[in-house]
């Protein structure tokens, strides 16, 4: 009897605390030789997956695992895997499509990812073990937890919190036909906005979760946001969703803009951190109409300036499911509809403090038209702080 009582408890505890998940990279290696940190599974069939992209890449990389005790210091080629990023990227920048290696470890175990020849280029690879998913919300006791369905009938924009409805901050930019957001009574309850039509930054239409004390320390754990989006036509439009630092009352935010290879903040932006997934059809054409990633970290480029294209792509009037975590070492993992499609080591600084934000806009490029957009549900949970401020 007491033998079954220790197993239900046991079992408990590791729903309760699921196995941990490892992240290894290196930034701007371009050395044979050079190699990622390790990254180690903690469990049997355990996911390690490889993403790989850079500024004009034509290297080899192999996936290697770990022999002998751990800490040996000797490492095998995994077989199988001893090109996992095939494709040169012949890009002036981050415009290639970022590549991605999957793998199932049988065994506990360490891996690293290794240049084996170099024939150019500066890579940015990152390695991630049991991620493949997104974390589950690991409870109430431990983490705070606001989620919105947008089934009430009015938007609250307001400074404080009344019961369990969130409270936001919305802007429309001067341009014309843009559309603050505002929640329609559809069947699934849905926060709507749009592009506007005015071609430039004026005719933003933006959107944040409350005030900046509402939101999450970086430092105190890791924390996720997801939202379930759709926008009318992907043709002539810009939009993100994701997590910032910033929020103003007077006027509206776009995080990051894309053109051409080339991620920059938006012309109205003077955030700090921020993380996000967006589109914006001025993206390098090679890489069609894919999900891009980005990152601030303390006011820099987190990953280069360059695009970071991540697996699949909006289609139109289709909802996808986007999701961005951070953890407590300001890593972010980018999921398109509940799949790993991207990572970006130190993405944000670990003092920062970030809250849902989204945001639609003209491409530099565009010709005004307008798109509408649907946040069919937010989703934000994060650490509970461990000090009192």
Known sequence: MKKSIFAIALTALLVSFPAAAEFGYVIDAAAVDGVTTTACTSARNQSVSGFGNGVD????????KEVGSKGSGAWAVVAGFTDVFPTANGAAAVGGVTQVMRYTSEEVACYRLRMKTDGGGTAQVQLVTNRDAPTAYPGNATHIRWYDDFKHGALPITTTHNGETPSYIVHIGTGNAAVLSVIEGEAEGTMTFSNGDAGDDTDLSTGSFGLLTNGALVSDGTMAVEFRVAVSAITDTQFGFGLVDLISAATEIAPFEANTNVVAEGAVTTAADAAAIFFNTDS???????????????????????????GGAPVAATYSVLRVEIDSGGHAFFYVDG????????????AGILIPYWWAGSPDDGTGTVRKLHIDYLDFWSARPGTVS
């Open 284 to 310: 390098n054409d090679a890489q069609g109409d894919f999900w891009l990633a980005g990152a601030i970290n303390t006011s820099a480029q987190a990953n280069a300036a360059d695009e970071y294209s991540l």
């Open 339 to 350: 799949v790993l499609q991207g990572a970006e080591p130190l993405a944000v600084a670990t």
């Open 57 to 64: 890449v034509d290297q080899v990389w192999q996936l290697e």
